[in-house]
């Protein structure tokens, strides 16, 4: 069997992610898009890791967040209501759980780094955009602010 390097096995993680968005992003061309950008706060705290996600018909979208507790969103369709969901960063505060390795197969590498300093763990239900109850239509601007508060 060929052996692959750590790098290696990124680049395929990665580009398959980058494809499998691309993927589910399928928007129409000629649809207006906007930026939407935020604070994700948990009890008036900033959550400091993890993702902010966007899921429609038929778009979905994902943002960052930053330490600082924003989230930049670079594209969203105007005037269509999306669900959204957040979630936190692997090996970052939340449940415990990530990819089980082959026997013999180190993932550490590939395993996003833990978090640092003080974490918020963010209450399950906001990982679901069925379940969140956490929903955002953007508008004709050309930058869109949502702040999202999340309580537990």
Known sequence: M??????????????????????????GQNEKMVKVTGKVTLNKQPVTSGSVSFVGEPFAGNAPIKPDGTYELLEAPVGKELAISVRAAPGGPGPKSGPVAPKGVDLTGMMAPEAKGKGVRIPMKYSDPKASGLK?????????????????
Do not use: E, Q
């Open 136 to 152: 955002y239509t953007p508008t004709s601007d050309s930058v869109n602010t949502h702040d999202i508060d999340l309580v537990p």
């Open 2 to 27: 060929l052996f692959l390097t750590k790098n290696v096995w990124r680049f395929r993680i990665a580009t398959v992610l980058f494809i499998g968005v691309l993927g589910l992003s399928g928007c």
